[in-house]
């Protein structure tokens, strides 16, 4: 398996996990602070451009405190606002870089509609942009801002599936931070 649990531990009151195989490469990967859909249950497509709440922003500036002391090289963004929204919070006064990325972008799985990405492509496309930064950034540590879609994904590999095999039974709150190590 591509991932597996190592430990946990509770900072503050979010949980981290750090997860992995060969050692190497550190990501701190960071759900979007929360948006009105998000507190509606709603859930957000590509084609839904929404901005931080003041609740997401809030979340969004406790995540940089949280995240103060850990060095990372890169920050790797969704290209939707309410991703760039929060890296761009969380990054405040730092010299590192930042670089979108389509591939974390989730708005193809959907179940619902004709042609959406099925379950399999999308974990497919996830463990793709995995191994892409990992073969590009091998020897950083990354920061990445995206979606709960993808979060499902890690911690679906971290705790297996539902035994309903329902992706949609596993949650990550906004600004929920996952650390691993690849």
Partial sequence: EPYRRQRQMCIRDRLIINIGGMIGMKIYYVRHGQTDL??????????????????????????????????????????????????????????????????????????????????????????????????KYHDKSVLIVAHGGIAKVIKAHLYGMPESQNLAEISMNNCEIIETEI
């Fill in 38 to 135: 998000n507190l509606a249950k709603k859930m957000q497509g590509g084609g839904t451009e929404k901005e931080l709440n003041e609740t997401g922003v809030s979340q969004a500036y406790n995540t940089k405190k949280e995240l103060e002391n850990v060095k990372y090289d890169l920050v790797i963004c969704s290209p939707m606002k309410r991703a760039k929204q929060t890296a761009e919070i969380i990054n405040e006064g730092r010299d590192v870089t930042e670089e979108m990325e389509n591939n974390i972008w989730d708005y193809k799985l959907n179940y619902n509609i004709p042609n959406g990405e099925n379950l399999h492509d999308f974990e497919k496309r996830i463990d793709e942009f995995f191994d892409d930064i990992k073969e």
